[in-house]
């Protein structure tokens, strides 16, 4: 009867075999190392996916069945599926502070913070493997990645280096690097320009790839960190972890359209399918979810300084149970 | 239980961060720390945290059941001014961050290889989720690494030059543990911050581990009449077996009791000495009137005299 009583709600989160119809989000608390799954209906803790030692970012696979978390310090990529939570595989990798795929699906690049270095790898579905094609040192402290949409050139930050550096993928060389401003931290491709959050500042630069200039700035909030384009075409949502907000930029004209005051250092950001926004508030051990809207935000505990978030819908559990899944291997 | 204490925690450092370091932070152009900074924080904070309940334990216990009573304290305040110096975590928090860099370098190349890097939990899968072993397991390992510390510092005669500075205090007391010579400190803090790298231990886990064995030491110096029993005196290190290793005939390389938290390292080496009624004056009948009695300055310029000569002595043979 216990164990019926504590299965009820796994099976109603989608947590055990055979079931998969809530909504989770998935947060990763970078000093209480590990992956805490929630319950997007109740906020209630349902797992806990340890980590070795201090995982930061993640990414969804091009078919949307794995996600990869960077254990920055433990030296590893958790290979999890979203629909259950089960760690499939665990791969050694450098230094995995950041990682994107390619628009293509094609390639995974994974930024080493700490060792200065930009890992691009050929991914295989099938095998869930990584093939290490270049390791690139563009500069110091490499952090957030952005794509060009043809998946010809990824673009990195280099916090300590107050630049982007333009990786071309044909040639994995260093392009071309830009000064854009003090610790450059998120970045992301929007028609045909990069959005730079720079966290040493109060501003979003946004930066010609083509003329290689900053043409323009951005007024957002001290400690503008990362920018997040909502579903569909709407607001770019930008968080400022020193004056705590979220700005939401016109994704048109790029100015600002209303800033949502939410305490305690928001920094990455996930939409559900009411187009709210789910949050990890880096310095007070808090999840946020701020409804566009209203304005409001409602906050419940999860662990210290959480960082990457990912927010699963049911959709995609169910478009993830059409495909055949890759075999396991641990 | 512990939930409430760690809200507070969690409230007050948050605080703090937001409103003092962060915009301190950025202010300075030094915002690609802001997540160091928060992590090492809790240094600061358990720093002032140790002095303070080091001082709630061991002050009633000095003033119920002293080992000796004096009129003049002044070399005492001598010992308050070293563990002010050292126990905000300043040196193995640098020691830990200059590694932190060398650790993910090495740490890198050893995943690059494909091996396992080297921490507990890789070594022993069981312990990814048992955290509270693996904590206990470091914390082992960790005291080990100091036990063997300690013995050199007696065996090795211009270590030793630096370590006599901790061992000329006539009065000691719960202070005096952090009355060591700063390049003593140094080597110290690498030993440790060293160590707790090679194993992995976790940067969140370390600070908890420092203010632990450093409440431990602090109370084993205490000037007081405390023996743990029979049994007790062989699982965690007393006022009493730590005396008898700062006693006047136990100075130098004839020293026993090294241990810093468990005295069962002293067991299986045998070094340990379990007389439970010996409480023996403290001091080195060697040591210089600058090491006895000067101050904080007087004792660092001595003990690098003694190392120099330490040094040459060596080299000469």
Redesign the interface.
């Known amino acids: 009867m216990r164990r019926l009583a504590l299965a009820l709600p796994l099976l109603a989160a989608g947590f055990l075999p055979g079931a998969g119809r809530a909504d989770v989000v998935f947060v990763i608390n970078s000093l209480d190392p590990g992956i805490q799954v929630v319950d997007a209906a109740t906020r209630a803790e349902l797992r806990q996916i340890p980590a070795l030692r201090e995982p930061h970012h993640l990414a969804l696979s091009p078919a949307k069945d794995l996600l990869l978390v960077g254990d920055a310090a433990g030296n590893e990529i958790l290979f999890l599926d979203p629909s259950t939570g089960e760690v499939r595989k665990r791969e050694r990798i450098a230094n995995p502070y950041n990682l994107e795929f390619s628009p293509n699906g094609k390639l995974l690049v994974v930024t080493g913070l700490r060792r200065d270095q930009v890992d691009i790898y050929e991914w295989d579905a099938a095998s869930m493997g990584l093939n290490l094609l270049s390791r690139v040192k563009p500069g110091d402290m490499p952090s957030h990645i952005a794509y060009r949409p043809d998946s010809s050139t990824v673009y990195v930050t280099l916090q300590g280096s107050r630049s982007i550096a333009a990786i071309d993928l044909g040639t994995r060389q260093v392009a071309w690097t830009l000064q854009v401003g003090r610790e450059p931290a998120g970045i992301i491709w929007h028609n045909g320009r990069l959005l730079v959050g720079i966290m040493g500042s109060d501003h979003v630069a946004v930066v010609d790839p083509e003329a290689r200039k900053v043409e323009r700035t951005i007024r957002i909030g001290r400690g503008t960190h990362a920018l997040f384009p909502s579903p569909g075409g709407g607001p770019i949502y930008v968080t400022s972890r020193v004056d705590s907000r979220i700005a939401a930029l016109d994704p048109v004209t790029l100015d600002v359209m209303r800033v949502y005051e939410v305490p305690g250092g928001p920094d990455c950001i996930s939409f559900d399918g009411q187009g709210r926004l789910w949050t990890t508030l880096r310095w007070t051990r808090q999840l946020a979810l701020l409804d566009p809207e209203t304005g409001e935000v409602a906050t419940s505990p999860v662990g210290r300084s959480p960082h990457g978030i990912f927010f699963r819908n049911r959709d995609l559990v169910q478009a993830r149970n059409e495909v055949p899944a890759a075999p396991a291997t641990r | 239980m512990f939930d409430p204490v760690i809200r507070l925690y969690?409230a007050f450092t948050?605080w703090l961060?937001?409103n003092a370091v962060?915009?301190a932070l950025?202010a300075a152009?030094m915002?690609?720390w802001?997540?160091d900074a928060?992590?090492w924080m809790d240094f600061f904070i358990f720093g002032l945290l140790q002095v303070s309940v080091v001082y709630a334990v061991c002050r009633p216990l000095e003033a119920w059941r002293p080992v000796e009573r004096w009129d003049d304290r002044r070399v005492v305040w001598t010992d308050v001014a070293y563990t002010l110096l050292a126990r905000l975590g300043l040196l193995p928090l640098m020691a830990f961050v200059i590694l932190?860099?060398v650790q993910?370098?090495v740490?890198?190349?050893?995943?690059?290889a494909?091996?396992?890097?080297p921490?507990l939990?890789?070594l022993i899968p069981a312990l990814?989720?048992r955290?509270l072993l693996a904590f206990a397991l470091y914390i082992l390992i960790l005291d080990f690494g100091e036990y063997w510390r300690h013995r050199l510092q007696h065996s090795i005669p211009w270590w030793w030059a630096l370590h006599s500075i901790h061992h000329a205090q006539e009065k000691m007391t719960f202070w005096t543990d952090d009355r060591n010579h700063v390049i003593d400190d140094m080597i110290a803090a690498l030993w440790f911050g060293g160590l707790a790298l090679l194993i992995?231990v976790?940067?969140?886990q370390f600070p908890l581990i420092v203010v632990i064995l450093r409440v431990a030491e602090s109370l084993s110096h205490a000037n007081v009449r405390l023996s743990f029993g029979r049994v007790g005196e062989r699982l965690l290190v007393s006022p009493r077996f730590h005396r008898l290793h700062h006693g006047v005939l136990s100075a130098g390389e004839e020293g026993r009791n090294f241990a810093v938290l468990f005295p069962f390292w002293d067991m299986l080496f045998r070094t340990g000495d379990f007389r439970r009624d010996v409480f023996p004056r403290t001091g080195d009948p060697e040591a210089s009137a600058d090491l006895v009695r000067g101050g904080w300055w007087r004792q660092q310029v001595e003990g690098t005299r003694r190392l120099w000569r330490a040094l040459r002595g060596a080299r000469a043979a």
């Open positions: 969690d948050s961060f937001q962060q915009p950025y152009g915002m690609e802001a997540d928060f992590s932190a860099g993910a370098q740490a890198g190349w050893i995943a690059d494909g091996w396992v890097a921490n939990e890789t990814e989720t955290p992995g976790p940067p969140g």
